[in-house]
């Protein structure tokens, strides 16, 4: 008689503990799927931003991938745009200013009490995506993962 295994992950911190303990012949189809989605989130969050006058906003949205043992990887989208925060979170927080040295500042922003748009929504779609592959990749072994959520 075959013995059956099963491995039900309950959430996304299952998901992830289940994820840090493949096997290093899927590590490299896991970094792809991770990679994938980090730089897909930073393309869609560059191409919905504004073009400003310096193009900080745009240039500054990085992806920082990193090792994590022998098995896993870690992938980051950040964005390292002094006023990038601003962007996502200000609602009229800046007006008309001037700086010390007398130098007129327009608005930078003005949300009127809008959610953030571009960055969070971005990248929970991505993250929710990337889930889904990699839990489709644990099935593909003969494991049993559902993502609920």
């Avoid at 189809?29 to 193009?55: C, L």
């Avoid at 008309?96 to 990248?123: N, W």
């Amino acid at each position: 008689m075959p013995i059956q295994a099963a491995l039900t992950i309950q959430g996304i911190a299952e998901l992830k503990d289940a994820l840090g303990r493949l096997p290093a012949e899927l590590k490299g189809q896991a970094t792809g799927i991770v990679i994938e989605a980090a730089y897909g989130a930073q393309a869609e969050i560059v191409a919905a931003y504004p073009q400003g006058p310096t193009g900080k906003l745009k240039k500054g949205v990085k992806v920082r991938v990193q090792e994590i043992g022998p098995y896993s990887v870690a992938a980051q989208v950040r964005s390292s745009a002094p006023h990038g925060w601003w962007f996502e979170h200000a609602d009229e927080l800046t007006r008309p200013r001037e700086t010390k040295q007398k130098a007129k500042r327009g608005i930078m922003f003005s949300r009127k009490g809008r959610p953030p748009e571009v960055f969070i929504p971005a990248m929970i779609r991505y993250r929710r995506a990337m889930y889904l592959k990699l839990a489709e990749l644990i099935r593909s072994t003969g494991l049993i993962a559902t993502l609920d959520a």
